[in-house]
């Protein structure tokens, strides 16, 4: 693959929220590439800055949060564009579907309805005809019959309603879409029709897909590479079987050894709880919780280092390069309760 | 949710008008027993001996037990005999057609003036939280909805009319206006329509403008607050949110999406401030003496005149049932959701 082929990049992009007790760094310095048709896993707890990033790619973050570093869209600079220009690139370019498809189409506009108006606004020129024909067949490559065609969206279940939000994203043929937790809300039947949507659409269009969930098993199934998102940053990205067969970073293997399957016999959890975006731990983030800490992680944030392509931040990776006489295992009290809770 | 049952509400609903009809008609009988005086001696009482006022009560049946009085009132009132004032021995039916046109004038525009001025204020306060203009139109809200009628009429009617001589103080037309124009639909503006008076046309709306804008403005500070909350409320709709992403430009999201949303619950309380626009309307009526249903009720209510106030307030109050029926029913139209 060659450079060109990158559609969305990120270089040390950095999202916060202004609040009263100081800013909310949801994103910290997050790096990554996309290139055309592939599929990217953006994997970690509730509250580490996934959805944020999400939204910051399309520009959709609430009023008083703050963008800065790099993002590349094809080549151009996204941060330096004009308001206008940038949000220009929604719909055509960049696409996001939500998390729940229940509430997100507009309850008093007919399916036809919503398709018209996002074929319209990016092609002005379009004909009536044109553009039904051209709704008609994104519905059916969805399977939705053509007589729903002028339904309203509270006559369709929830699983309708997200293929309906596909149809309406891909109507458009974006280059690069954002799924944030497209099958949360959804049963697994559903969700698996929904992933397969998702594949065939990258593999007919060949849009880049950045899959936002927190669920292991489906980046297993539907990425081609994966990125661990602890605390606004990246601490591990690579190819997905790679990473999950070897992880480098001990919050990967943790939250790894944290998913139930059939042969589950146990509960594993992580202990404590993800930290405050306001005052994040010094040093690497994932200190305080992590099983493998050594002195130097709780002084300073340890180098991306790059193995066999998967890039992973961890003293661990680059023992070499720890002062002298801070690789001692951290000694500290246990985790409280007190401090769970 | 078989599309088939909006008739079989709108039935239910015009049924429950009965029961409804029969608390108000117990409610004002027994508040206007309960104020001290009766018609005889509101109208007669000081000039009249003991006897005499006995007598004359005695005509009315208004020495009979309570019981019979309004177990008899019903009675007419159930073969809708509305019966005749006490005081001026008039028709209540005739009060209705002779002084209803002016109130459903002055009703109509007042709420065509808040509708027009603070829905849109209204949705320019909500889609600009907490910019200048929010802040203005909010204060504007709080204080036309806070100001009595009364007050902010005679302040109209001093300012503009008094001391400006824009707009006459009183009436709804001149004398001349209301002599010439054809009597059809008993609306006198109507009338002066249908008749082709450009000039008495002219001279009526000339006497609506300040009492139809003093009343207007009542509502409109309502409208605005509620408009505004919706608005608020539906611009941060997830549907919204999802509408930007897909590229919809902001205007339209604002008047697709966040307004037409925001317009739903509007709607379903508009039906509520029917109420309120027939209070303010009485209130406005007499700050301008206007010839409608509100000044006649004041001038009864005045007389104790217990036959009039009771037709004109049950009158009130089928407006307000029918008004709130049709607000629903229109609310089923826009939303597609709603189905009785």
């Known amino acids: ?39 990217l896993g953006l994997v970690g707890e509730s509250g580490c800055g996934k959805s944020t990033l999400g939204r910051g790619l399309l520009d959709l973050l609430p009023e008083g949060s703050k963008m800065d570093g790099s993002l590349r ?62 709704s008609m067949e994104v519905l059916r490559r969805i399977g939705i019959p053509p007589t729903r ?21 891909l109507a458009l043929r974006p280059a690069f879409i954002v799924a944030d937790e497209p099958t949360t809300a959804l049963d697994v039947l559903v969700e698996a029709q929904i992933l397969e949507m998702l594949h065939d659409l990258r593999s007919e269009i060949d849009t880049a897909l950045l899959l936002i969930t927190h669920n292991l098993g489906i980046v297993a199934e539907a990425c081609d590479r994966v990125a661990v998102m602890y605390a606004g940053e990246i601490v591990e990205i690579g190819d997905a079987r790679d990473v999950f067969r070897n992880p480098r970073h001990p919050y990967t293997r943790e939250l790894l050894r944290s998913t139930i399957s059939l042969s ?72 409280s309760d007190a401090d769970e809770a | 949710m078989s599309p088939g049952s909006l008739p079989r509400y709108i039935v239910q609903r015009l049924l429950l008008i009965v029961p409804m009809i029969w608390v108000i008609l117990t409610l004002v009988f027994l508040v206007l027993r309960v104020a001290p005086g ?46 005749q004032t006490i005081s001026d021995n008039i028709p209540i039916i005739d009060i209705v057609r002779d002084n209803g046109g002016a109130t459903l004038t002055l009703a109509l525009a007042g709420l065509l003036f808040a509708l027009l001025v603070g829905v849109p204020l209204g949705a320019v306060a909500g889609r600009r939280r907490d910019s200048i203009s929010d802040v203005v139109i909010r204060l504007f809200g709080v204080i036309t909805y806070a100001a009595p009628v009364f007050f902010v009429g005679l302040l109209a009617k001093l300012f503009f009319s008094v001391q400006l001589g824009w707009f006459p103080t009183s009436d709804i037309a001149t004398p001349i206006t209301k002599f010439q124009v054809e009597t059809r639909t008993r609306i006198l503006l109507l009338d002066a329509a249908l008749g082709g008076d450009t000039d008495a046309v002219i001279d009526i709306l000339h006497h609506l403008v300040l009492p139809a804008v003093t009343l207007g403005l009542l509502l409109c500070g309502v409208f605005i607050r509620l408009v505004r909350v919706n608005m608020l409320q539906s611009l941060k709709a997830d549907y919204v949110e999802a509408a930007r992403a897909r590229g919809i430009t902001e205007r339209r999201v604002t008047s697709a999406y966040a307004f037409r949303n925001a317009l739903v619950p509007f709607v379903t309380v508009l039906g509520l401030q029917i109420a309120l626009l027939l209070a303010g309307a009485v209130l406005t009526e007499s700050t301008f003496n206007w010839p409608g249903l509100g000044t006649r009720l004041i001038d009864y209510i005045t007389a104790r005149d217990y036959i009039a106030v009771q037709g004109i307030v049950t009158l009130f109050a089928v407006v307000v049932v029918l008004i709130s029926l049709l607000v629903d029913v229109v609310n089923a139209l826009i939303d597609p959701r709603i189905r009785y």
């Open chain 1, 264 to 335: 589950t016999t146990g509960l594993h959890y992580i202990p404590g709880a993800p930290p405050d975006l306001v005052e994040p731990p010094s040093g690497c983030h994932f200190h305080p919780r992590c099983p493998d800490a050594m002195t130097v992680c709780t002084t300073t944030a340890p180098p991306v280092v790059e193995s066999a392509g998967t890039l992973a931040a961890c003293w661990l990776q680059s023992p070499g390069a720890i002062p002298a006489g801070a690789e001692e295992p951290l000694r500290r009290r246990e985790i």
């Open chain 1, 73 to 134: 869209y094809q080549g151009h600079d996204v941060l330096a564009m004009s308001t206008s220009r940038r949000h220009a690139l929604r719909g055509s370019d960049l696409a996001m579907i939500f998390q729940e498809p229940l509430t997100r189409l507009n309850p008093l506009m007919r399916i036809r309805e919503h398709f018209e108006e996002a074929l319209r606004t990016h092609e002005p020129g379009v004909g009536k005809d044109e553009l039904r024909r051209r």
């Open chain 1, 1 to 39: 693959m060659s450079a060109s082929d990158v559609v969305v990049s990120a270089e040390g992009l950095r999202i916060w929220y202004g609040t009263e007790r100081g800013p909310v760094r949801a994103v910290d310095g997050v790096s990554f590439e996309l290139r055309a048709g592939e599929t």
């Open chain 1, 149 to 169: 065609y002028e339904s309203y969206p509270h006559e369709f279940s929830g699983g309708m309603r997200q293929r309906l939000m596909i149809a309406l994203a």
């Open chain 2, 38 to 83: 009766d018609p005889v001696t509101a109208a007669v009482g000081d000039r009249l001996s003991a006897e005499a006022l006995a007598e004359r009560r005695a005509a009315l049946g208004l020495d009979r037990p309570l019981l019979q009085q309004y177990l008899e009132y019903l009675g007419n009132v159930a073969r809708l005999d509305f019966g």
